[in-house]
């Protein structure tokens, strides 16, 4: 019989960024202890690094004080970025004709478990 893993989850939704740029931040904390995740996104150039760092925050205080787990024992358990809705756009161009451009949105989700 499997082991059932206690975790705690945060998210955030219709985020203003695309869903492939905050992929790639999550791609370096998947599977890091919640401190070295921390530390990771603390130090990265990136955007989606700040919006990461707020939804892993919460992750941890849910964690805390929710279910009470041991900080020292989280892990990133999942972390995923699905698609949020488009706005969509019109630019007027040359001969009063129009492009077409969107503005894509992500719904963030980190789900943290606790090692024994």
Request: glycine share 4%.
């Amino acid at each position: 019989m499997a082991k059932e893993i206690r975790t705690a989850t945060a998210s955030t939704t219709n985020v203003r960024i695309s869903p492939y740029k905050v992929r790639q931040v999550l791609e370096l904390i998947r599977g890091k202890t919640a401190e070295r995740a921390v530390v990771i996104l603390k130090f990265s150039d990136k955007k989606a690094a700040r919006i990461i760092s707020k939804v892993l925050n919460s992750a941890m205080a849910n964690a805390e004080h929710n279910k009470g787990m041991d900080l020292d024992k989280l892990y990133v358990h999942e972390a995923y970025a699905n698609h949020g809705p488009m706005m969509k756009r019109y630019r007027p161009v040359a001969k009063g004709a129009a492009h077409h451009y969107v503005h894509k949105t992500s719904h963030v989700t980190i789900t943290l478990g606790e090692r024994q």
